[in-house]
C-alpha cells in the first residue's frame, strides 16, 4: 500500500520510522516540513529534515530526539570562546551535515537533490522529500514580537505567548519535485503526529492543500491546489494526548490561541482535510465527538518511548486505513 506521509520534528520522525520499518521504500514518502529551516553561523540549517533522516538512518539522537547519537560538541565549545552565538547546539557530526549542505547550496543544488545524496550515504531507503526547494521561513507571532521560528523555539524557549503563525514565502514556494506525485498516487496520506501549527500547516500551505473550513484562510478546494490532494485516505495522528503534548509547545499554542488543547480539538484543526483520526487511549471519552466530524476514529497506545512502540503505531494506523479502502 502507497503512504505518503507529513512530518516535522521528532513525533513525526517517530512515526515515519515505524511505518519505514513495515513498509517497502517504493511504498513510503515522507514529505518534510522547511519552515524550520534558517541560516545561523553562515551555515543552511534544516532541523525537521535532519531529524527525520537521522532517524530514518538509526542516527539520531535518543535523548533528545533531535541531533546525533554519540556526539561531541568540541566546535561548539570552541566556538563559545571565540564569543560566537551559543545557544542553537550544533553537534560535531551533525554540524558536517550543514557545513557539505550549505557548500552544495551554494553551488546551486537544490535542497531536494542534496537530502536524496545523503539519504543515499547514511542508507535511508525510503523517500525524503523538503516540502519545497525555496525557501520558506515560519514567523511565529508573540506578544514580544514577531521571532523567526529558531529564535521563538530554541532562543526563547517557547516562552513568549503566541498570538499567531504565518509562513513567509509559501505562498510562492513550489512543491518540492516528487511531493504531488506522492500525494497524487497515495493510496493514504498520513499526518504524522507533529505541531499542526508549525510543522504541518506549512506543508499544507505551500502544497496548497485545504485546512478546515472552520479555520480561515482555506486556501482552495480539495485537490485543486498546486500539490494536488488525491481522493484517497486521510488520516491525521494527534500529537495531544490527554491535553498535553509528548514533546514541544503544540499544547501551549492551542491554549494561548484561546482554544482547550486536545485531541478533539486537532482533529478540528484539521477538519475536512481527514477521512480518519488517530488518538490515545487516554482520550477514548472524546471518539464520538470526533466522529461527529465526519471522520473514522481508530483509539489505541499513540506514545512511541520503544522502537516497538513505533512499529505497533504504524502497523495500527496502516491496519485502519486497510479497512477504509
Ligand atoms: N532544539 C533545541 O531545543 N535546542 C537546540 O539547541 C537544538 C539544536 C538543534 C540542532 C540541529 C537540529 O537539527 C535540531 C536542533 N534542535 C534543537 C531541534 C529543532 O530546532 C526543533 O526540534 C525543531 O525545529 C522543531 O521541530
Known amino acids: 500500500m502507497r503512504i505518503t506521509a507529513l512530518a516535522g520534528g521528532v513525533g513525526g520522525a517517530k512515526l515515519a520510522h515505524g511505518l519505514a520499518q513495515i513498509l517497502p521504500p517504493e511504498d513510503l514518502t515522507i514529505i518534510v516540513n522547511t519552515g524550520d529551516d534558517f541560516e545561523h553561523l553562515g551555515l543552511y540549517i534544516c532541523p525537521d529534515l535532519d531529524t527525520v533522516c537521522y532517524t530514518l538512518a538509526g542516527l539520531a539522537n535518543p535523548q533528545t530526539g533531535w541531533g546525533r547519537a554519540n556526539e561531541t560538541w568540541n566546535a561548539m565549545a570552541n566556538l563559545k570562546r571565540l564569543g ?18 550549505t557548500r552544495r547550496l551554494k553551488e546551486g543544488q537544490t535542497l531536494s ?79 504524522c503526529p507533529s505541531n499542526p501549527w508549525v510543522s504541518i500547516d506549512p506543508i499544507l500551505r505551500v502544497l496548497s492543500l485545504t485546512l478546515s473550513p472552520l479555520r480561515p484562510p482555506s486556501p482552495l478546494p480539495l485537490g485543486e491546489g498546486k500539490g494536488g490532494w488525491g481522493e484517497g485516505v486521510r488520516v491525521a495522528v494527534s500529537p495531544i494526548i490527554g491535553g498535553q503534548t509528548v514533546k514541544g509547545p503544540a499544547a501551549k499554542m492551542f491554549s494561548e490561541l484561546g482554544i482547550e488543547p486536545s ?58 486505513i486497510r479497512e477504509a479502502i
Open 263 to 320: 485531541a478533539l480539538a486537532v482533529a478540528k484543526h484539521y477538519g475536512a482535510l481527514l477521512t480518519g483520526f488517530v488518538m490515545d487511549e487516554t482520550d477514548a471519552q472524546l471518539r464520538e465527538e470526533v466522529r461527529g466530524l465526519n471522520m473514522r476514529v481508530l483509539v489505541t497506545n499513540t506514545l512511541m518511548q520503544s522502537l516497538d512502540d513505533r512499529m505497533q503505531l504504524a502497523s495500527e494506523v496502516v491496519n485502519f
Open 113 to 191: 537533490q542534496i537530502t536524496r545524496d545523503f539519504c543515499k550515504a547514511w542508507g535511508v531507503k525510503h523517500t525524503v522529500l523538503p516540502m519545497s526547494d525555496q525557501p520558506v521561513r515560519t514567523i511565529v507571532e508573540t506578544e514580544e514580537g514577531d521571532l523567526p521560528f529558531q529564535e521563538y523555539f530554541v532562543h526563547r524557549k517557547c516562552e513568549p505567548r503566541v498570538k499567531g503563525f504565518r509562513f513567509e514565502g509559501a505562498d510562492v514556494a513550489e512543491p518540492a519535485p516528487g511531493t504531488r506525485e506522492a500525494l497524487q498516487s497515495a493510496e493514504a496520506v498520513v499526518i
Open 84 to 101: 560566537a552565538p551559543d545557544w542553537f547546539n550544533l553537534g560535531d557530526s551533525d554540524l558536517a551535515t550543514h557545513i557539505e549542505r
